[in-house]
């Protein structure tokens, strides 16, 4: 795509810049069941949910996610 388009490289460390992608409204809404360990830490009942927050779930999203933000900033240019 740069060469295409006649742009500048240049090299950087992005090992984990895919991290800090941006879930949808959908992805935010996941609750699971907890752990009985954690049920007991927080007395929680056996039928309470949790929601998740993304911190804990976004990684196996966190690439296509990535590519799409990536993507539509570079078209955007």
Same mark, same amino acid.
């Given at each position: 795509m740069a060469a295409n388009n006649g742009w500048k490289t240049w090299l950087a460390d =992005?090992?984990?810049a895919f991290l800090?992608?941006?879930?949808?409204?959908?992805e935010r809404?996941? &609750?699971?069941?907890p752990v009985p360990q954690f049920r007991e830490a927080f007395n929680l009942n056996e039928?309470?949910? =949790?929601?998740?927050?993304?911190?804990?779930?976004g990684l196996t999203n966190a690439p296509r996610?990535? &590519?799409?933000?990536?993507?539509?900033d570079l078209?955007?240019?």
């Open positions: =992005a090992s984990s800090q992608g941006e879930a949808t409204e959908e809404e996941f &609750y699971a069941l039928d309470d949910v =949790a929601q998740i927050l993304k911190a804990c779930y996610r990535w &590519y799409e933000k990536i993507k539509k078209e955007s240019r």
